[in-house]
């Protein structure tokens, strides 16, 4: 079965400093990897995946995620936080099978203090 | 660029009232999919659908749940009866075979259950 743990519910950084959000990934096979962030009241929005290749993934915003297989890690990273960056961050993983189901992890709250 | 759009955003009813929410996807795409997020809460994995049937569907997806696609641009979710643990929001999304696997999320639809 497939799933996803993101272990911390918050993550303060201040506005400018780099900012890590962790996720580690179960599933079977080769695994295809997503971020998505989430403003209040709003959908999601895709920010970045890693399907194959690089394992560091560049995506929206100034983001960007290391896929490290050793350690079925997907951490997202960013060099330089911003007070805009503030919101629910949840990292999803699929098998890449027929149905390109998603599964999600619980989220992290990213709080960028100015 | 091409959105998911969902109807209505906000529809309140009474335990045991029939709700249909409403997704129209993005119009080349082939999967759609129904989420729920509890308030502040995980993403949960509803129904997939490829093809005019469903692919896969999770626990959650009982005999109270339906998916339709009645006229090939609309993709709908009927709860027959709803219960107050079905308040939540619900998201459509749909995915393009040729992307591998990124979903589009539209807004949601919040169903409050009185």
């Known amino acids: ?114 | 660029e091409p959105e998911v759009t969902q109807t209505p955003s906000h529809q309140v009813t009474q335990m045991g009232q029939e709700v249909i929410l409403r997704c129209v996807p993005i119009s080349n795409h082939l999967y759609f999919y129904w989420y729920r997020q509890i308030l502040g809460q995980k993403v949960e994995f509803l129904v997939s659908f490829y093809n005019n049937e469903i692919s896969e569907k999770s626990e959650i997806f009982d005999d109270q749940f339906s998916v339709e696609r009645p006229d090939g641009s609309n993709f709908t979710l009927k709860i027959r009866s709803t219960k107050l643990e079905d308040s939540a929001m619900y998201f459509c999304a749909s995915s393009d075979l040729e992307v591998t696997g990124e979903l589009f999320f539209g807004e949601g639809s919040r169903l409050t259950v009185l």
């Open chain 1, 1 to 114: 079965a497939q799933s996803v743990a993101q272990p911390e519910d918050q993550v303060n950084v201040a506005e400018g400093n780099p900012l890590t959000v962790k996720c580690t990934y179960s599933v079977s096979g080769n695994p295809y990897l997503f971020w998505y962030v989430q403003y209040p009241n709003r959908g999601l929005q895709f920010l970045l995946k890693y399907i194959t290749g690089d394992n560091l993934v560049k995506g929206s915003y100034g983001f960007e995620a290391e896929f490290n297989k050793s350690q079925t890690s997907f951490h997202l990273k960013k060099p330089s936080a911003l007070v805009s960056d503030s919101a629910l961050y949840f990292c999803a993983v699929s098998r890449g099978d027929s149905s390109y189901k998603l599964i999600f992890g619980s989220g992290t709250r990213l709080l960028v203090r100015p």
